[in-house]
């Protein structure tokens, strides 16, 4: 520092430098780089600057300083107003890159679709609905006393080895069929009574036929004077409208204990229209219900006289319907694993 005049000069010189340095600044690194070199609290060029006010002679340490101050607020406002126009640049940059390039093809939205065991029960309630049948549903929770005990499954009746049964704490259990809906629903009505009840059930069994978790539709008829024709020509009505209005249904005789007598319905194979394929083992026939008469006692434990009413119920499989009727789904596992191919293969 010479102490004599020319520091202003210097300065004017100094500040020449910063606005050419300002110019070539591209972005914000090169911005800060620069705010460090000139501004920075502790090495910049203006603390070393200001440093040397109390270097300078007395004679020109006023104007001196006050040119070094001056020079210090030009460069602050000088950095801010390219941190302004930075700031606008990036702002419009990031417009442009958001901004909707109208010449690209669209994206289809991703839509939903209903799985097809819940097409398949709708189908089944809205046919049920036109033959008179309200819907109804229990819980997936049941007591062993409406899954079993109020269906004429006494404590130790081997039937109920039969269901597999998932037990829970308390005396409960996952229900194995809807069935026990029948009784919730007898319990809590006078007949007449026509309902249909579908919902999901549980048995401990699992391979590429059966899955732990499954769906069925109960059906349940109670008034004066039901017959086995009744329930003949509700099923048959029912299966036609469901498979083809040429189909032609088959009772077999087969034990439940809640029904009296009981039979295990088949229908026309619908992959070979019953002259025998590898779906039905060559009989032309497929298994798709189990029905019968409700046995008296049922009718009793939930105290409708017997003696006045009668009544048909029947039980089906949602899933192998739904299995047959969407392209031979070959596992019923296949419904259950949330896999979106499926789904968008069986666009009902
Ligand atoms: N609950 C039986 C099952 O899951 C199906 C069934 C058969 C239901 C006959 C009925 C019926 O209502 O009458 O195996």
Redo the contacts with the bound molecule.
């Keep these: 520092m010479s102490g004599e005049g020319g520091e202003t000069p210097s300065l004017e010189a100094r500040g020449e430098e910063l606005e050419r340095a300002l110019s070539q600044v591209q972005d914000r690194a090169g911005w800060e780089a620069l705010r460090v070199q000139w501004i920075g609290r502790k090495q910049g060029i203006l603390r070393s600057l200001l440093d040397d006010i109390k270097k300078v002679d007395p004679a020109h340490r006023r104007a001196y300083g006050e040119a070094v101050n001056r020079l210090k607020e030009t460069a602050e406002r000088r950095f801010a107003e390219l941190d302004a126009s930075l700031l606008a640049r990036e702002r419009e940059a990031a417009r442009r890159s958001a901004a909707v390039d109208v010449t690209l093809p669209g994206r289809r939205p991703q839509l939903g679709s209903i799985h097809p065991v819940t097409l398949v029960i709708r189908e089944m309630e809205e046919i049920f609905a036109e033959l008179g049948y309200s819907v109804a549903e229990g819980p997936e929770v049941e007591t062993d006393y409406l899954n079993f005990e109020a269906l004429n499954f006494p404590q130790d009746h081997p039937a109920r080895d ?2 597999d049964t998932f037990f829970l704490e308390n005396g409960l259990l996952l229900r ?4 026990p809906v ?1 009784i919730r629903t007898m319990l809590a009505r006078k007949p007449p009574i026509r309902v249909i009840c579908p919902g999901r ?1 549980f048995r401990n069994d699992n391979d590429l036929r059966h899955s732990p978790m499954f769906h ?1 539709v ?3 008829a109670v008034a004066e004077g039901i017959t086995v024709g009744h329930l003949k020509g509700t099923l048959l009505a029912f299966l036609r409208r469901l498979f083809a209005p040429d189909v032609e249904i088959r009772l077999r005789p087969s034990f ?1 204990p ?2 009296e007598p ?1 039979a295990e319905v088949d229908v026309t194979c619908q992959t070979c229209k019953g002259a025998g394929c590898e779906v039905c083992s060559g009989t032309g026939w497929m298994e798709i ?4 008469m ?1 046995d008296p006692r049922v009718l009793a434990e939930c105290g409708i006289d017997p003696d006045v009413y009668s009544g ?5 499989g949602v899933d192998r319907v739904a299995m047959n009727r969407y392209g031979g789904i070959p596992n019923i596992r296949l419904l259950f694993e949330n896999d979106e191919r499926l789904l968008r293969q069986v666009r009902g």
Excluded: N
Excluded at 312 to 316: L, S
């Design positions: 039969t269901q194995t069929h809807t069935s029948q059930v069925q109960e059906g349940l439940f809640f029904t009981s219900l189990g029905c019968g409700v048909f119920a029947f039980g089906m």
